[in-house]
């Protein structure tokens, strides 16, 4: 599986948007990459899903270069609900792989 | 549809004792995957069912166990407590336990060793 990168913490103020980038040099043909988003005391819960270019949904849109070897998760307009842990993952469909969730990027945002 | 189910979710004991989490994963959901996180450490698995077999471990020691039964629901234990199992215990489930699919994630239980 490819190793992933991504910043430790972030802070935003309130009405802003907000980039996070997800560095996977080693990312495989196959590969695509995944979104979790965790509130305290509570699991991760999908946020979004991609392979290639852009996906939108009603919570996030998700950015994918054509290299492939970075991923950003854009929340437009953070509220303070949106404080909370953000753990990027890179799988295939190629059989069942141990994965690893790391420890993800702790977005504070600010009122 | 229900979603994850963990029992309990709150649960304090003391040092030397053994505890058993339990995880009722989504119906159809074949596969079972523990994690445990504490402070600044982010999820660490723990193991992964598949059809009543454990399928990869993590770095845990032995103390830590699981199982799972033929309605896919699984159990873990541990055993001999140390203060510093004290953690939230969070189970996943998925349809055959590729990450790809997506994982749902139950509420999970918090552990305090005292």
């Known amino acids: 599986l490819a190793k992933t990168t991504q910043p430790i913490s972030m802070d935003s103020y309130e009405g802003q948007e907000v980039n996070i980038t997800c560095s996977h040099n080693?990312?495989?043909?196959?590969?695509?990459i995944t979104w979790y988003q965790q509130f305290p005391s509570q699991g991760p819960r999908f946020i979004i899903q991609?392979?290639?270019t852009k996906v939108t949904n009603e919570v996030a849109s998700l950015f994918i270069p054509a290299d492939r070897k970075s991923s950003t998760l854009s929340l437009p307009r953070v509220s303070l609900s949106d404080t909370a842990v953000y753990y990027c993952l890179v799988s295939n469909s190629g059989g069942y792989q141990k994965v690893t969730f790391g420890i993800g990027t702790k977005l504070q945002v600010i009122p | 549809k229900a979603g994850v189910t963990q029992t309990p979710r709150y649960l304090i004991k003391t040092r030397g004792q053994q505890v058993t989490l339990s995880c009722s994963p989504i119906?159809?959901?074949?596969?079972v995957s523990w994690y445990q996180q504490t402070p600044g450490q982010g999820l660490q698995f723990l193991f992964e069912y598949f059809s009543e077999t454990q399928r990869n471990k993590g770095n845990f020691p032995g103390r830590f166990s699981g199982r799972q039964f033929s309605n896919s629901r699984s159990e873990m234990n541990v055993s001999t407590l140390e203060l510093g199992d004290s953690a939230l215990y969070l189970c996943a489930s998925s349809l055959d336990g590729q990450a790809v699919y997506g994982y749902t994630f139950g509420s999970g239980t918090r552990l305090t060793v005292v």
């Open positions: 080693n990312i495989a043909t196959n590969d695509y």
């Open positions: 119906s159809g959901h074949r596969s």
């Open positions: 991609g392979y290639k």
